[in-house]
């Protein structure tokens, strides 16, 4: 063997050990799609009190409003939560001059962009519409669509009516209400609404039945059917490696549309991770009926003992106010219900 033959192989022989051993010590299971899926979009603040600031933005669901021309059109809000050096203390503020519309052409039934949830993954921010089943991308004032979702387990030409998306095992999580496709009088119709969405890096999709997860979580706090429980605020925690559910409407009545309106809760459900166990946590107290958790996130830099939380408030079918609030994972609160400003629903909130 030549010496130039020689020392390429020695050169590619150290590279190669090299990468084996760093491998082994630092990185081995990390992918591109696991290292952007947890990297966080938000600014974060120091203030002189020792106070930390993080950057927010807020998704509304126009409902019927949101039509608008010949496109139809969503709120996105942009602000900041201030959470005091102790933690025992939190405000929201808002821009009114930082908040726009994205819209889109892209219709079911006449109706779209009504989108719920937020979250970031792989890198990016997300939404889902849930009167099209489609998942944007909410990036430079815009929606841009990415993957659509089917009802159900999948097999159907509706789309899903996703409420709730969270992050979980490098994959993206979108669920629907959790209960079963009723009549406005509660007569049983289907299943669909009981089965989640898992989503990869690359937009594959793949369906799950839930339905007996939603029967436990709801059993959990002594509802069983005709009783029900709607979920707009579902999240994983990945470092409590729990599930945090946070419903908007529950009862041990049979549903009823003219009388779910006064059906809000104050509780939150954490279960563990094969749903086996659960803990019924009481936030606050329940005086605001027709107030429903729409949608919350894990404070950065907390553990995940703190949540951030959106209740939304609907009188007649349309929405009247939307409030902010912050407490810890064992129920106390921090920033108790806080009006945001103007008339809407909002859905989504998330740090970025």
Do not use: C
Request: hydrophobic share 35%.
């Amino acid at each position: 063997m030549g010496e130039s033959a020689f020392t390429n192989l020695f050169v590619i022989g150290v590279v190669t050990a090299i990468a084996f051993y760093s491998g082994l010590q630092f990185d081995r299971s990390s992918r591109p799609e696991e290292r952007l899926s947890s990297k966080h979009l938000y600014e974060e603040k120091r203030l002189e009190d020792g106070s930390k600031e993080y950057s927010i933005v807020l998704v509304t669901d126009l409902d019927h409003d949101s039509k608008d021309g010949k496109k139809w059109k969503s709120l996105v809000s942009r602000g900041f939560l201030r959470l005091s050096a102790d933690k025992k203390s939190a405000s929201v503020n808002f821009n009114p001059d930082n908040e726009y519309y994205v819209d889109t052409n892209i219709a079911a039934g006449g109706r779209a962009m009504e989108l719920s949830d937020l979250a970031v993954f792989n890198g990016k921010l997300y939404s889902v519409d849930d009167r099209t089943g489609l998942i944007y991308q909410i990036s430079d004032k815009k929606a841009i669509p990415w993957v659509l979702l089917n009802d159900g387990p999948g097999n159907v030409q509706k789309g899903l009516k996703g409420e709730w998306i969270t992050v979980k095992d490098h994959e993206l999580i979108v669920g629907g209400l959790g209960k079963e496709w009723t009549t406005t009088d509660g007569e049983y119709v289907n299943d669909h609404p009981m089965w989640v969405k898992h989503v990869s890096s690359n937009g594959a999709v793949w369906h799950e039945n839930w339905k007996n997860v939603f029967i436990n979580v709801r059993r959990a706090v002594g509802i069983e059917s005709p009783g029900y429980m709607i979920h707009e605020a579902i999240q994983w925690s990945p470092i409590h490696r729990q599930w945090f559910f946070l419903p908007r409407r529950m009862s041990t009545e049979k549903y009823s549309e003219a009388d779910d309106e006064h059906r809000g809760t104050n509780v939150m459900i954490i279960a563990s991770e094969d749903f086996k166990t659960f803990r019924v946590v009481r936030v606050g107290s329940d005086e605001h009926k027709t107030r429903g958790f729409s949608a919350f996130q894990f404070i950065p830099n907390t553990h995940q003992n703190l949540i951030l939380a959106i209740k939304s408030e609907e009188r007649d079918g349309k929405p009247v106010a939307s409030y902010a609030s912050v407490f810890d994972v064992n129920g106390t609160v921090i920033l108790d219900d806080f009006q945001l400003h103007g008339p809407y629903k909002y859905e989504g909130v998330a740090f970025a």
